[in-house]
């Protein structure tokens, strides 16, 4: 399985560090095993259920957020240099991670994807966030994670959050999504 999410996900072979490289690919070869999917599957899954008849999916929008993020990160840096420090293993691991619990959050029932029973409980940022953490995923991506939508709305973000999290957003209400 390893060797498909890094073909669908090649952005992880951004991440230098090889200890978090392996973390982010067992966070959602774990997520995929315990959500009852296959990785093919991840490609049919909409990345929101908050657009009515959404036409990208999970892995398209993990992309397009991880890019997203990677340039306003070297824009931010050329910019202003020395002044906003941003860690790119971070912000590429948090990017690729930050949704990974919809793998939880839906489920496919009679041909169609919606909210799992768990999903009601617990939204992508806590059952991604916990997901994460048991596959040893630093604090500081586990963050990302945490506080990308608006559950973090009140807490503190990291430079790498704050990024991510806008990222995120722009991609949602680009696709017609509503806030
Ligand atoms: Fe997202």
Not at 11 to 24: M, P, S, T
Not at 50 to 70: G, W
Not at 90 to 110: F, P, S
Request: glycine letters at 8%.
């Amino acid at each position: 399985m390893k060797k498909e999410i890094l073909k669908i996900l090649p952005e992880i072979r951004k991440i230098k560090n090889k200890e978090l490289r392996e973390k982010v690919v067992l966070t959602w070869e774990e997520g995929i095993k315990l959500g009852g999917w296959k990785t093919e599957d991840l490609k049919k899954i909409p990345f929101t259920l908050l657009i009515p008849d959404c036409k990208v999916n999970l892995i398209e929008h993990t992309r397009a957020v991880t890019n997203t993020a990677l340039r306003v990160a070297e824009t931010l840096s050329r910019a202003y240099k020395s002044l906003v420090k941003i860690d790119k293993d971070i912000l590429i691991a948090g990017g690729i991670l930050h949704d990974v619990g919809k793998v939880l959050e839906y489920t496919k029932t009679g041909g169609k994807i919606t909210k799992s029973p768990k999903g009601k409980f617990l939204r992508h940022p806590f059952s991604g966030s916990a997901l994460a953490y048991k596959c040893g995923v630093p604090e500081e991506v586990v963050h990302l994670i945490a506080v990308h939508s608006h559950e973090g709305d009140q807490g503190y973000h990291s430079i790498e959050a704050i990024i991510i999290h806008h990222a995120d957003f722009i991609n949602f209400e680009v696709l017609g999504g509503k806030t």
